[in-house]
């Protein structure tokens, strides 16, 4: 939950809660607390009460409702009041007895609430108080109130106060069956997997087959992919071999299987990726179309309500703009293929503000213009956008930035290839997401594998190349 504020208090109030007995009360009394609301709180409130409502979890469909947004829960309020008659006044031993509330106006993601209680009347005889509540948002809004009733406690009481464990949010990672749901009634394509000569690259090839993702074809030297087969225990029979020296000739004869048809996609092994690109952009030899080449990580993470691309950050070091504009239009592409019919593209910078002084953020300024005039087009692009500003609403609220991108970008553009990189590998090796890389551009897509990919990762990467394909065979590159 979001962080409580308050009046300052002293060390020992900050370490115990305390109550207050029915006979320290007197009429007028009041407490509160404030917080801000944030996504994670309606969603935990979700998980708990069991209201899954889309008008409080799926964003697409709250802004076509007539709140225009997604709002909090009514009752999640109510349970903020809760918290100050159990924790503030009374206090710990307050029996509560029933509670009325009105709900004046909607709650949204980043609103600061002061959820205050105030007592009315009080019965002596039976040590019941009557508390008028309220919740008021940062613009004086009042958007609850109502009545509590209560018996107070009669003995003082002073505890330590809990620690509450840390909850982590986790969406789901069903992103790889969801792409294979996708990509395995197109049926398999044939993909020419270049230079699998060890048993990591070999077994993703063979697992792509099992999952009837691609028809592969080898192109290696055959000895050494025997071996190589021998040692990890698995089967060629039955597949297609290319029968190349070494692993330059295996990227040069990949790159001729697609020119003449027999291959509509291809997938890196054991060589290096600039072994593969050279041949790849080889300007008498290759793929290549009239737009830049660039990569792009479709990711999932358990802190984010759905997948989203991060591009580039395996291809281009440090593109300019004309190659910003391809590699923003290849992740629009990439987008239409997973079912993102209107992607939002937020182009990153280190600030959401144009700077003269930052290159990232004129070059942001110069892409959101391009859209406008139609140069690119099939989604809504912003920037600059800090990355806090582009995945979080809350964030954007509070820099009071108005955008139908901030907040819930499905396209991150970084301003170079380490920035990306890093960001990708952060988010996978300590934000727990999912991964799949694809390089588009070039007249078929191509699978880059690494030695770190998990087999999952392998797999719906050669699911976005089926997508893809499929794609390409009605509209080419």
């Given at each position: 939950m979001p962080s409580e504020t308050t009046a300052p208090m002293s060390t020992d109030t900050l370490q115990t809660v305390?109550?207050?007995?029915?006979?320290?009360?007197?009429?007028g009394d009041t407490e509160s607390i404030r917080r801000q609301l944030t996504a994670e709180d309606i969603q935990l409130f979700a998980i708990l009460s069991g209201d899954v409502n889309p008008q409080h979890l799926d964003a697409d469909y709250a802004a076509a409702s007539r709140f225009h947004g997604v709002i909090a829960h009514g009752m999640l309020g109510g349970a903020l009041i809760s918290a100050v008659l159990g924790t503030r006044l009374p206090?710990?031993?307050?029996i509560y007895l029933s509670q009325s509330l009105q709900f004046m106006a909607p709650v949204r993601i980043g609103d600061t609430l002061d959820i205050s209680v105030t007592v009315t009347e009080r019965e002596e005889t039976k040590k019941r108080l009557k508390l008028a509540c309220a919740c008021v948002n940062q613009d004086g809004v009042t958007v609850i109130r109502g009545e509590a009733q209560v018996i107070a406690p009669t003995e003082s009481v002073s505890r330590p106060r809990s620690t509450l464990p840390e909850v982590h949010l986790s969406a789901g990672n069903d992103g790889p069956r969801?792409?294979?749901a996708e990509a395995r009634p197109l049926g398999p394509i044939r993909m020419a997997v270049v230079h699998p000569?060890?048993?990591?690259?070999?077994?993703?090839?063979?697992d792509a087959q099992a999952a009837g993702l691609i028809t592969p074809i080898l192109v290696a030297p055959r000895a050494r992919l025997q071996a190589v087969a021998a040692e990890a225990g698995l089967s060629l029979d039955g597949l297609a071999i290319e029968d190349v020296p070494h692993s330059h000739a295996a990227a040069d004869r990949a790159v001729e299987l697609v020119q003449q048809g027999q291959a509509e996609a291809l997938m890196k092994g054991s060589?290096?990726?600039?072994?593969?690109?050279?041949?790849?952009?080889?300007?008498?030899?290759?793929?290549?179309?009239?737009?830049?080449?660039?990569?792009?990580?479709l990711m999932q993470t358990p802190a984010y309500p759905r997948p989203f691309i991060i591009t580039d950050a395996a291809i281009n070091i440090a593109p300019g703009l004309d190659a910003k504009a391809d590699i923003v239009r290849n992740a629009i592409e990439l987008a239409h293929a997973i079912?993102?019919?209107?992607?939002r593209v937020a182009i990153l910078a280190a600030v959401e503000t144009v700077n003269p002084a930052m290159p990232a953020t004129l070059d942001a300024a110069a892409l959101?213009?391009?859209?406008?005039r139609g140069q690119i087009s099939g989604a809504l692009l912003d920037g600059p956008l800090a990355f806090d500003n582009a995945v979080s609403a809350a964030a954007a609220h509070i820099k009071g930035i108005e955008s139908e991108v901030a907040g819930r970008a499905d396209v991150l553009v970084v301003p170079d290839l380490?920035?990306?990189?890093?960001?990708?590998?952060?988010?996978?090796?300590?934000?727990?997401?999912?991964?799949?890389?694809i390089v588009l551009g070039a007249r078929v897509p191509i699978v880059l594998t690494s030695r770190a990919d998990s087999r999952e990762s392998r797999i719906s990467s050669c699911a976005i190349a089926v997508l893809l394909a499929h794609r390409y065979r009605s509209t080419p590159p």
């Open positions: 305390h109550n207050r007995t029915f006979d320290q009360i007197a009429l206090g710990p031993g307050t969801r792409l294979l000569c060890d048993a990591l690259s070999l077994s993703a090839a063979l060589l290096h990726t600039d072994e593969l690109m050279a041949a790849v952009v080889s300007a008498e030899h290759g793929l290549r179309t009239k737009r830049r080449i660039s990569h792009c990580f079912g993102v019919a209107q992607p959101c213009k391009m859209a406008d380490e920035s990306g990189n890093m960001l990708a590998k952060q988010l996978e090796y300590l934000g727990g997401a999912a991964s799949a890389g």
